[in-house]
């Protein structure tokens, strides 16, 4: 039955890559692209140029499909760019405290505290407005709240690893540190980063989309799953599909991230995992 | 228990802080020029200076950081520019709306919660097992804000049941209340599920069995006192999240709180709302954080330092 | 005299894995009986069985509980549930887990007073104190409302015979009373066990030590495997095991007989229940084993009055064990 469910949202976040990367070349969006008489059209509509809508057209008579296509496209680009800059920064300074401990240790373990006494929607929220508006701005918001869960989760397998005897026979044959670091302790580390950047993975797709939603995400002329969402809100009651679609397809990638999580996680408990977003 | 007592308050102090430093330090990040944020465009040349002056900008961040630390403990986060009036007293106006907001969540979270987890464990495999595990799995990736506006869309637009943002009337508060407590529903359903479970296969229900109790006493008494604990403390944490989650959700429903004062003020650049806004809910984290932990040691009478 | 408890041949599975394989044993007003085994024997399922409180994946198979002539398979959870705490009662091993620990000890006493008997709050609360002062608690006045952790492990054993025998059951079953327990503690236990004996209370107590319950029971029944593979007086199976399995229980027990003896614990480990071993289940462990054993399994027979054995060889090992002991002594 899991694996089933694995092997199931494999496939769904494999077509969503596909459709993220390629899609755009199928369906081009284009932003100022508008057509007034084809406003508000409900899914399967035929558009005034003869092409067909198959999930309707916004406010501005664009194709929602299309909006839906280059929003995965954010996403992912999003996603993965804040996990693996995130991921990198938290490997890096998770290996120094863990390994070096002391006055290092101490310095980098109080400053993630500090970040994680804060909601980290919020520090995102206020960084993101801070720096106004653009892609790579909303990938630093993401990054600085996230590298504390890498450092921690990197942190607690290198002390758990440094006193292994493969370490002390590495550091008496006369291994430097960054080589102690990088052959021994590091590979013990890269199951629990893997773990984690799953879960984050998730976790990121929506804080985006949630920034996006609020204004303080990717600007207007790039179309991202929240600032369509945000768009849709107004025209609920004559096209519920603007704000439906998007949302779907978010929802779905973020379910088949979890469930991919929990199958990587295995066995360990995840109960907790909610408090500490 | 003074000792530790004191301890995790000397953390919290030092996490408010931090907290407190890390607003300064991304505020100071800002491009741009405070004193035109400030002023508007139409201001002079002579007038930005001024304010500059009065600002402080000239001096060494260090000085600035240690101003400003002052200023925050008056609770003086300046005026706002949008508003008028004192910053913070435009935030406190504000608390109010949310407090009752995540009180509600927080409510509907236990009323739901609690017995959804407690049905589940005595019906392992069953419908509502399965359920729980759903929900729980579900809610947590949920983008709230979607669920929220598809409530709306659902509830208000299409049963016309439920006002879509707040009316005044107490219907208005169903629909934000719900967003925000559905992702923590599922896991707390699962953590008592969980809980409810384990103490159940515990000696002491077997004893509790051979005093002749009936199963609903052994039950009620025994184990809902054991399960109870941990989910009295999380509570605490989950009250937590809400007020952070309520800044989004709160926006979805156009609901008066903190929260969607502090968006419009980012979104419009009233820094010093911003800031009194972001350090309340901060500090509103971290306090519920301490309380929990504190809680904990009236609860559960086994605790003892040695443990912590 | 008719039995107060009478089980026979009571098979308890888990699926289809049978934990118990017909054991019988009774046991009159007021008399001791000792059932004696090393852990996963099914002498814990045993008794749990009786209560009708078997975990819930096990289940009994056949055989027959009867309880003063009534049969309690047939009971209705109601009235089985109206003969616990009131009829017969259970202490178990470890009673720090066996208690509640949320709930005071003065809660979880004067829960029998209060849910069984419908006395009032207060009224209960002082019938609370008086249990445990008579089970030798000092100052339980004052410790009524301490939490289970509050107390010291022994202690904590006598807050569950308090709470066992509040409502003065015919029988208790004591399931490893002492085990969790330091020398001292045990004989304290024991002797307060001893003297709820002398005015009348029946007992089935559960050890792995058969030095524990020589100066208690009767008479014994020793479980191997599920099975019983010997039984008589506790005077009798002491003094001349007919089983290698119990004569290997008395060498590796430290206060059964001479003090002077050496300790040996036995070969080998307790069977797994879901491969046992072909003929009889003790023959790998078994000094005394044969072809015969590894081929044929044993019945549980009387070679005299009163004492039954389930080896082949019982008069073999009979006398072997009595030149030992004659030569030890």
């Known amino acids: 039955m899991k694996s089933k469910a694995a092997k199931a949202a494999t496939g769904v976040l494999a077509l969503f890559v596909l459709v993220a990367v390629f899609g755009p070349m199928l369906a081009p969006y284009d932003s100022v692209a508008t057509g007034v008489s084809d406003r508000l059209l409900p899914p399967g509509s035929t558009l005034s140029d003869g092409s067909f809508a198959l999930l309707g057209t916004d406010q501005l008579g664009r194709d929602v499909f299309a909006q839906v296509i280059a929003g995965s496209r954010i996403s992912l680009l999003v996603a993965v760019t804040v996990v693996v800059v995130g991921g990198l920064i938290g490997l890096v300074l998770g290996l120094l405290a863990g390994y070096y401990g002391g006055w290092l240790d101490t310095v980098i373990s109080r400053v993630g505290d500090m970040q994680l006494a804060f909601p980290s929607i919020l520090l995102a929220i206020l960084l993101a407005g801070a720096l106004g508006p653009s892609l790579t701005n909303v990938i630093i918001a993401l990054a600085v709240t996230r590298w504390v869960i890498f450092a921690r989760v990197v942190r607690g397998s290198a002390l758990s690893t440094r006193n292994r005897e493969f370490v002390d026979s590495a550091r008496v044959m006369g291994a430097g540190s960054v080589r102690i670091m990088a052959r021994y302790i590091y590979p013990s580390c890269v199951q629990p980063l893997l773990v984690a950047a799953t879960v984050q993975v998730g976790l990121t797709m929506v804080a985006e989309a949630a920034l996006s939603f609020l204004g303080l995400g990717v600007p207007i002329d790039q179309a991202s799953w929240g600032s369509t969402i945000a768009a849709g809100r107004d025209y609920l009651a004559s096209a519920w599909w603007i704000a439906a679609v998007p949302g779907i397809a978010l929802t779905l990638v973020v379910i088949c991230v979890g469930v991919l999580g929990d199958s990587a996680r295995d066995g360990s408990d995840n109960t907790k995992v909610a408090v500490v977003r | ?308 | 005299m008719s039995a107060l408890l009478e089980v026979t041949d009571l098979v308890v599975a888990f699926g289809d894995v049978r934990a118990v394989r017909g054991v019988s044993f009774s046991l009159s007003e007021g008399e001791t009986l000792a059932i004696v085994g090393e852990s996963g024997s099914g002498k814990s399922l045993s008794s749990l069985a009786v209560l009708g409180l078997l975990p819930a994946q096990a289940r009994v198979e056949s055989g027959e509980i009867r309880w003063a002539g009534e049969d309690v398979s047939a009971m209705s959870e109601r009235e089985l549930r109206a003969l616990r705490g009131e009829q017969l009662s259970m202490i178990f091993q470890d009673p720090l887990s066996a208690l509640n620990p949320s709930l005071t000890v003065g809660y979880q006493i004067a829960e029998m007073f209060r849910r069984r008997r419908g006395l009032r709050r207060d009224e209960a609360r002082r019938r609370a104190v008086e249990a445990m002062t008579e089970v030798g608690i000092p100052d339980a006045a004052r410790r009524v409302g301490a939490y289970p952790h509050e107390f010291s492990g022994g202690m904590r054993q006598r807050v569950m015979i308090a709470m066992a025998l509040a409502l003065e059951p015919r029988l208790l079953i004591a399931d490893e009373p002492t085990t969790a327990l330091d020398v001292t503690v045990q004989a304290q236990i024991l002797r307060l066990l001893r003297h709820r004996q002398r005015e009348g209370l029946a007992m089935v107590i559960i050890s792995h030590d058969l030095g524990v319950v020589a100066r208690t029971a009767r008479s014994v029944v020793v479980m191997y495997a599920g099975q019983a593979v010997e039984s008589g007086t506790v005077a009798d199976v002491y003094i001349a095991p007919a089983h290698p399995y119990t004569l290997g229980l008395l060498d590796a027990s430290p206060s059964a007989r001479d003090s002077n003896r050496e300790i040996r614990p036995i070969d080998g480990y307790p069977p797994d229940i879901t491969a046992l071993p072909t003929g009889c289940a003790f023959h790998p462990r078994c000094p005394f084993a044969r072809e015969r054993c590894r081929t044929e399994e044993p019945d549980l027979r009387e070679f005299a009055p009163g004492r039954s054995s389930a080896c082949h060889y019982a008069e073999e090992v009979l006398a072997r064990g009595a030149a030992v002991d004659h030569a030890g002594a």
């Open chain 2, 1 to 308: 228990m003074i000792i530790y007592i004191a301890r995790r308050l000397a953390q919290s102090v030092f996490l408010v802080f931090g907290a407190i430093t890390i607003v300064f330090l991304v505020l100071r990040v800002i491009p741009g020029d405070p004193a035109s944020l400030i002023l508007g465009s139409q201001a002079t040349a002579e007038e930005l200076e001024a304010k500059r002056q009065e600002l402080g900008l000239g001096d060494p961040l260090l000085a600035q950081y240690f101003r400003h630390l002052g200023e925050v403990l008056r609770l003086d986060f300046g005026e706002s520019w949008r508003l008028g009036g004192d910053a913070f007293a435009n935030v406190l106006e504000r608390l109010p709306a949310t407090l009752t907001l995540a009180g509600y969540a927080l409510a509907l979270t236990l009323l739901i919660g609690f017995p959804l987890g407690v049905h589940a464990a005595r019906n392992t495999g069953k419908a509502v097992d399965r359920l729980v595990s759903y929900l729980s799995l579900t809610g947590q990736a949920l983008p709230s804000f979607w669920v929220g506006i598809m409530l709306v869309l659902i509830f208000s637009r299409m049963l016309d049941i439920l006002p879509a943002t707040a009316d005044g009337t107490p219907l208005a508060l169903v629909l934000p209340a719900f967003t925000l407590a559905l992702p923590f529903l599922g896991w707390l359903a699962r953590l008592v599920r969980n809980g409810t479970l384990e103490e159940l296969g515990k000696d002491y229900v077997r004893t509790a069995r051979s005093k002749g109790l009936s199963e609903r006493v052994v039950f009620n008494v025994h184990v809902l006192r054991n399960t109870l604990t941990p989910v009295v403390t999380v509570l605490g944490l989950v009250l937590g999240n809400f007020i952070a989650d309520a800044v989004i959700i709160e926006q979805v429903f156009a609901w008066p709180g903190i929260g969607s004062l502090m968006i419009e003020s980012i979104v419009n650049r009233d820094y010093a709302v911003a800031e009194a806004a972001i350090l309340l809910i901060a500090i509103f984290y971290i306090g519920l954080n301490l309380a929990v932990d504190v809680l904990y040691f009236y609860l559960d009478p086994r605790i003892t330092l040695e443990t912590v």
